[in-house]
Each structure stands twice: as C-alpha cells, then as structure tokens.
C-alpha cells in the first residue's frame, strides 16, 4: 500500500477517466430513449390520423380541414 502522495496524477487520472466514461454512458442513454420516445409518438400520430381518415366519409374532407384548423388557431391562442 503506498501512499496517495506517490502518484497523484494517476489517481486523478483514473478519476478523470472514469468520469468521462460515466458521462458518456449517461449521453449514449439519454439520446438511445429520446429516439425511442419520438418514435414512438410518430408511430402513435401515424395510427391516429389512419383512424381518422378511415373514419371520415367522402365529400367531409372540407369540413374536417375546417374543424383542424379551428382547433389549431383556437388551440395556439394565450
């Protein structure tokens, strides 16, 4: 056993690298669930607004258009 003052840039080395590889592990996992969120909510969009086209009957394109863009102006509104 020898003491801390023998080698003091090894240690703080290993700690530096070891704090690196943490950081990078923690990034890697972050950015891995954001695409699997966002994947999954574009699939989740994707599924509904399959569901509502099939809902819709011919000649009610006009009025759905309407109804969207209401919402989205009512929706954005503070």
Avoid at 8 to 31: E, H, K, N, Q
Avoid at 40 to 57: G, L, W
Wanted: charged share 25%; with cysteine.
């Amino acid at each position: 056993m020898e003491p801390l003052c023998a080698r003091p840039f090894s240690y703080l080395r290993v700690g530096l690298a070891m704090g690196c590889m943490i950081s990078y592990w923690d990034y890697w996992r972050r950015t891995v669930l954001e695409q699997v969120l966002y994947s999954e909510d574009r699939y989740r969009y994707y599924a509904q607004v399959k569901a509502i086209n099939a809902s819709v009957r011919y000649g009610e394109e006009d009025e759905i258009q309407n109804l969207t863009e209401y919402c989205a102006g009512y929706s954005s509104r503070v």
